[in-house]
């Protein structure tokens, strides 16, 4: 209600008294959508934290519409705990800073019972840590960083995408075996990039390989072609690109002009499915990662398509992806965890979600999958894929392997990651 | 020896990315030149620019009826060719509309015309979010253009050089035309005492409208031919403003030789740091800029400026 | 020896040589003029001796100390000030604001970051003082920007004074005023002559034989004669150029 | 702007006003459906903007990389928190100091430089902080910023006061607010705000006056700097983390916006104005519509537009018009 009433404000003012008329607006509907439930019976108030703008804009919708689903699959059997389940939703700018205010507003003002949703791994820092500090569950959906359930994990958080160590787990050693062991990294010059390509490292060595060159490419590079005549220039087996945001998105423009996408080999980290949709295949050079496919050969995905489809008719992306899928489970399993927890209290579902175990059936996976409580990352099938060149405009991937949770997981986040005590995090029962 | 033949490929690479550099920053220059505004919206017009050619060159069959079929009949060479015209005229004319927007800040403290183009800015990226969606979108370059090439060993991008070319081609054609045209002249005076424009008898106002249409055309040809090359989604432009600033700091606000210079200077600069030191090859142009600036008041061809007082 | 001097001065811009063996020597306590036509380099030679521009091969010789090239701020605070031809008022200040800027007691407060100027009685009362001279002091608290041109010129001669200058230059100080409105400043001027060593700019002879004390002719870059007024109505060259008919 | 010789005093009435009117703050922000920590974050902007405008506002120096700063003060603050020592006195002067060291050095390369070069190379200076406090990672913690930065109680010798809460928080940065506006309506009532205003209208005439404008523009640039710092310090607790973005061109710009909004180039109050209007709009735009960039752009375009002395501009307007009208009605004979 308060969406509307906003809009309609905003409309309604002529523009040469655009301030005050914004001014006012902002006290009315301030007044106006004062929390419905400010505690007990209300609904239940889900926060949904996904970037609308900046780098993460698209793939911030494709996460919403995730939790969306879910939430409306619970409403239509009656909620959760007999309460229906309602939304507010910030936009976060893909700004940490902005993600803190955000979750001070949802929290303090809004009084929301659980907060979804993230992509960059800054954002989601910024979320969690206030999230912490008041003792409210935090799904983060879909930022791969390593960090996230390794040095800056939470007691309240919680990880749902595979990170870039469990990618390159699965990659590397049939990449050494397949195309060589003369390896080129190409690394973001930022946390995440650094992270992903030490996992890298660490494991070509162990396989034998060897590292001759690492490239680091600035956050906000949008031009290449010094990176790939360097690459062409050493001339390695393999080039493992840690690169991602904008940069990889111009990257794989370039590669693809020049054609080098298939030799040298290259390893990707994971290809969000929004950030690719659409894109000419030749886009989606070398091998990459990926959580799930909307065209896996398993009982249930058809049938998840077809709802994503009824509830969409007309997105853009006319199947749904990974960064879908990972919105759409996190809320799922959050949602079912309250149910069996028979409360909102916000220890008792920390408890259900530590314990979690889903289902290969469940989770549209090849193996079972469960929330590590020690770093509170779900521990997940990982997929391999690479173009599909033959298929229709939808099925632009061809998955190559598939890898046990237990093989692939992430070595030093249990090493690294330092949970708050349940006892040192506030009681929060909404 | 063996270090000259890993350093002469990116000499060239670094030369075609200044030529690239030296178009981004033609339509900025040519505004904040004559007209004194400091073009923030230059970024989301070069945006709006390639949305809109890729639209054109993408144009349904079903759209307009037979005229539609035989438009998308057309070779993709016709189509892209096309846009490459259209798509800059409808974009001027909405940079014609921000002119009228600007107007009531002339003659006014400059950053109000910053100001008020930094507003526009966010207006455009939201208004092409709303229109083509936040993903990522692909402007299809016709086959003649695309593709790659060996030379010497390694490959190259046919586009680029095509690109690099077509930069040379519309920095040539400006030029004369502000050297060689009776309207060049006007555009060159009013630039630097719009008092002689008006002794002259010439529509001060119009030559502004006209101006800004013209450089903001420049925008989003640039838009469409950086395109191919960084991609394109609603926020690109942001990507475009700040070396476009950076070029026009460097060679000098109305300098014409000095923009291109710049541009060629920023990205050999860019392109070099890329190959031997990549970690800091978006630094270097700062770095380049400072030091430029702390011993050349006013970059190195810059004349006096009103916007300096 | 003179107060002010200046050796040999040469100017050039570019290749342009816009002042050429400049000799000049200003005597304590008197009026002296420049005179030349239009882009005679009047105006050069004045930016020269008080700092603007750094002269390309001479001396200034301000009171036996050389002060070639120094910084305006430094020559202004060596005591000569100057008033400009166009004009350079600070438009949104009020008038009294415009003097009480100049004025040395404020100027060497410059940078106290609590005192409140207004509270600076001393300042203010030199402030008032200097109205009082150039006649502005009924119009203290108007905005500068906002006064008539006649008034504006007596402020930017008012600007001057406040920083109780040794040697003052007026650059031009009657251009676009009418005759009585010059009459008034010559009184002025006069008024000023018992206080300051004054160095005038002008192309209005009437104003400047009236005044000075001597007066240096500048043309073509040049000092092409010097002398009193007397002597240079005298003067072959001054009677046969134009300027001479006017006086 | 403010004449000086007018009676300037050391508090003034729309002083009390502002303090009286965010002092009880807390007693109704909920109640109008804000929230504590909005109304922390708009004072620590006031703050910001406060001390930007004694450069764009009052010097007329158009810097555009002043986020810069600010980061610098929060990353500072963060820092010295993490590996020196929990003190909150300790973080300040760390804030300040570092912003205003930061400072010092980009006014050295600025100060001789005017206009459009001067904005130049503050947004490249601006840039180079950011790209740093990015490429820096080991120091800064990169993209992900530097996180858990504690809250230090308010310590005061006899007593210690826990800021924990957003409400105890929003009373100290309140306390340094009124310190700050004091201080700035101090300075730019003395000698050296009369100098910088004279440089803002009429740098060359000033310096034939007789002053070193090259010291004047670097020593505001380096005051207002550290009064950045400060704002980045608090912003720092607040957010008990420290953000490469805050550093970052749009950061930057918006709080030229504020300012501009709020009419600072026309009055001492602008930038506490603009900084208020900027946070109610975005928050309630931002949660009310996907597109609030859109009618933010817009609003923003219509106030330069219609009104580019801003909000302030437009009251004062508004007042002198009445006090006309008002004079008009007094002597009916005129004319």
Known sequence: MSTKQARHSEKAHPMRRVLPGVAAAVLGAYI?????????????????????????????????????????????????????????????????????????????????????????????????QVAQKNGVIYLNTNSSSPTESGKNCHRVKFVWDGNGANFAQAAVTNALNTYGKKWQLVTNDYVWGHNTSKATRTLVEKAGGTIVDEILVPQGTRDFSSTLLKIQQVKPDVVAAAVGGDDQKAMRQQVAQLGMGQNPAWINNQQDWPDVYGLPTDNLFGVFGTTWYYNLDLPGVADFVARYQKMYPDTKMRVPGN?????????????????????????????????????????????????????????????????????????????????????????????????????????YEP | MDFLANLAPHLVNGITLGLLFA???????????????????????????????????????????????????????????????????????????????????YGKDPLFGLLLTFGAAMVIEELIRIIWGSGEQVLQTPPA????????????????????????????????????TPYGAIIKAGAHDSEMVRALGINLSR???????????????????????????????????????????????????????????????????GAYASEWSLMSMYILLIAVISFRARGLFGKKSVLEN | MALFEAQNLHKRFGDRVVLEEINLSFEAGQISGIMGPNGAGKTTCFNVLTGRYKPNRGKVIFDGEDITGMAPRSIARKGISRSFQIMNLFDDFSVIENVLIGVPQVRDRGFNMTRRVAADSVAMDKAA???????????????????????????????ALASEPRLLFLDEPTSGLGIDATARLAELVLELKQAYTIVIIEHDMKFLFGLADNIAVIHWGQVITRGTPDELRANKWVQSSNLGKLA | MNTNTGVAAWITRPMLITFALLVSLPLWIESVGLYQYLGVEIVIWMVFALGFNLLLGYTGLPAFGHGAYFGIGAYAFGLSQLHLAESLWLGIFCAMFFAALGGAMVATFLSHRRGIYYALLTIAFGQV?????????????????????????????????????????????????????????????????????????????TAFIGYNVWLYKWLVFTLSASIAGLAGGMFAMAQESAYPDVMSLHASGFVVMMVLIGGGMVSFWGPVIGAAVYFLARDLLGAATETWLLWYGLMFMAVIMFKPEGIAGAWQGLVKRRKESARVEKKPFTG
């Open chain 1, 32 to 128: 106006a959508q004062v929390p419905v439930a400010a505690a007990g019976m209300g609904p239940i108030i889900i926060g949904l934290t996904s970037d609308a703008s900046g780098q993460y804009a698209n793939s911030g919708a494709s996460d919403r519409r995730g939790m969306l689903m879910a939430i409306a699959e619970f409403n239509a059997k009656g909620g959760v705990l007999g309460r229906k389940i309602v939304t507010i939703h910030i936009d976060t700018e893909t700004t940490p800073a902005t993600g803190s205010r955000a979750a001070e507003r949802l929290i303090s003002r809004d009084k929301v019972s659980f907060l979804i949703g993230a992509v960059s791994s800054g954002v989601a820092n910024a979320i969690s």
């Open chain 2, 23 to 105: 178009l981004i920053a033609l339509g900025f220059m040519l505004i904040v030149g004559v007209m004194e505004v400091i073009n923030l919206a230059h970024g989301s017009l070069f945006a709006l620019g390639a949305y809109v050619a890729m639209t054109i060159i993408g144009i349904e069959p079903q759209w307009f009826g037979p005229l539609g079929e035989w438009y998308a009949a057309l070779p993709a060479g016709l189509r892209y060719s096309f846009a490459l015209v259209l798509a800059p005229i409808l974009v001027g004319l909405v940079g014609m509309l921000l002119e009228f927007c600007l107007r009531g800040t």
């Open chain 4, 129 to 205: 902080f950011w790209f740093l406090s990015i490429k820096w990672h080991r120091l800064t913690g990169g993209e992900d910023g530097l996180l858990n930065i504690p809250r230090p109680d308010l310590d005061l010798g006899f007593v210690s006061i826990s800021l924990a809460s957003n409400q105890a928080l929003f009373y100290f940065v309140l306390l340094l607010f009124v310190l700050v506006v004091i201080g700035l309506w101090r300075l730019i009532h003395s000698p050296f705000g009369t100098v910088i205003k004279a440089i803002k209208q009429n740098e060359m005439r």
């Open chain 3, 129 to 159: 003082m200097v109205l009082e001279q150039v006649g502005l002091k009924d119009k203290a608290f108007e905005n500068a920007g906002s006064l008539p041109y006649g008034d504006r010129r007596a402020l930017e001669i008012g600007v």
């Open chain 2, 207 to 273: 030559l502004r409208l006209y101006v800004f249409g013209f450089g903001v055309a420049l925008a989003a040809l640039a838009g469409i031919i950086m395109a191919p090359i960084w991609g394109l989604r609603p926020h690109v432009g942001v990507d475009a403003v700040i070396p476009a600033f950076l070029i026009i700091a460097l060679g000098g606000v109305g300098s014409f030789g000095g923009a291109v210079v710049a541009g060629v200077l920023v990205g050999l600069t860019v392109g070099i740091t």
């Open chain 2, 145 to 180: 253009i695309s593709g790659a090439f060996i030379w010497n060993g390694l490959i190259w991008s046919s586009y680029r050089f095509f690109a690099a070319g077509f930069s040379v081609l519309a920095i040539v054609m400006v030029w004369l035309f502000l050297e060689r």
């Open chain 1, 323 to 427: 960064v879908f899928y990972n919105g759409y489970m996190a809320t799922h399993s959050l949602l079912q965890a309250i149910e069996t927890a028979g409360t909102t209290n916000n220890h008792a579902v920390i408890k259900q979600l530590e314990n979690l175990k889903v289902s290969a059936r469940e989770r549209m996976q090849h193996h079972d999958a469960w929330m590590n409580p020690k770093t509170h990352q779900m521990q997940q099938t990982i997929y391999l894929a690479t173009a599909n060149t033959g298929g229709d405009k939808d099925d632009m991937f061809k998955i190559i392997s598939e890898s046990a949770p237990e093989t692939v997981a992430d070595a030093n986040a249990e090493a690294t990651c330092k949970l708050e005590s349940l006892a040192d995090t506030p009681v």
